[in-house]
């Protein structure tokens, strides 16, 4: 796998007028659609930071689409108003990530809660959706999505340590495969477990020296190793130090290289 380059993700923004409001739905801009339009399926997916999934109908007028059927209850639970500024990024396959700003030019705190008012088939309101952080499944099926192997050890995580993964992970804008580990205290000390899942599809040929590329842009030898698991070893508590890891930090190995393996280091501080 060389270095890759891949294109800036396609982003717009809207600034929500009165009108907008009234309207319950919200225009996605001409350009956007001109370009993706096509590919964009009935229902299309937003996420927000905090790892909610809404899923909001389009209407097509023509060239025209709007966010409609499920958009008024997405601006209800986030209290969205006149003035507010949101930013969208298409992820592909009618997704889209979306961020929200207040009057005061400042992203907001977002709620946990998803729609409660779908209604089933028999008019009784369905019960609301556990959100990814909440369900261990969802959890590991939104990070593999971005690409982002974990180990097994995310059972252990606790609701909050789920959601601040999420969170992160989305800000990481990854563009190869990848794992992610949670520091404790042996881990910052000694080794990164490489979860079995990622170590056996791209690492199974790879025993010795790799490198670390570090956010400083400074490039670090290192020691992968297998004995019944494979691992980060020789070379980590060096590298650990010079970083000042803590426990509680979120790493994450972005695979840059797998001819003479080079991994692009991320962190989120605890």
């Known amino acids: ?123 009784k309101k369905s019960k609301p959706r556990k959100v990814a952080y909440e369900d261990e499944y969802k959890f590991v099926a939104v990070l593999e999505e971005m690409g982002i192997c974990i180990s097994g050890a995310y059972k252990f995580l606790s609701v909050e340590e789920r959601q601040r993964i999420i969170c992160a992970s989305r800000l990481f804008r990854l563009e190869n495969p990848s794992f992610l580990c949670i520091m404790g205290s042996t881990t910052v000390l000694n080794y990164v477990y490489v979860p079995p899942k990622f170590a056996n599809k791209y690492l199974n040929k790879v025993n010795g020296s ?27 508590p060096a590298f650990s130090k010079d970083r000042d890891l803590k426990a509680g930090d979120i790493c994450l190995f972005e695979l840059i290289r797998t001819e003479g393996v080079l991994f692009k280091y991320s962190v989120s501080i605890a």
């Open 1 to 123: 796998m060389a270095e890759s380059i891949t294109a800036e993700p396609f982003r717009f923004f809207k600034i929500i007028l009165q009108e907008t409001l009234q309207d319950k739905k919200l225009r996605i801009p001409g350009d956007f659609v001109k370009k993706f339009g096509d590919e964009l399926c009935d229902v299309a997916t937003l996420r927000v930071p905090n790892g909610c999934v809404w899923k909001v109908g389009l209407t097509r007028e023509g060239r025209k689409i709007w966010f409609n059927d499920g958009w008024h209850d997405f601006v209800k639970n986030h209290s969205i108003l006149k003035e507010y500024f949101l930013v969208f990024e298409y992820a592909k396959n009618s997704t889209f990530d979306v961020l929200i700003f207040d009057k005061t030019a400042c992203e907001i705190e977002y709620t946990c809660a998803e729609p409660e008012n779908e209604k089933q088939n028999d008019g």
């Open 210 to 236: 790799i490198k670390i590329k570090d956010t400083d842009g400074r490039v670090w030898p290192v020691n992968l190793a297998w004995s019944g698991w494979c691992g980060i070893r020789k070379g980590w």
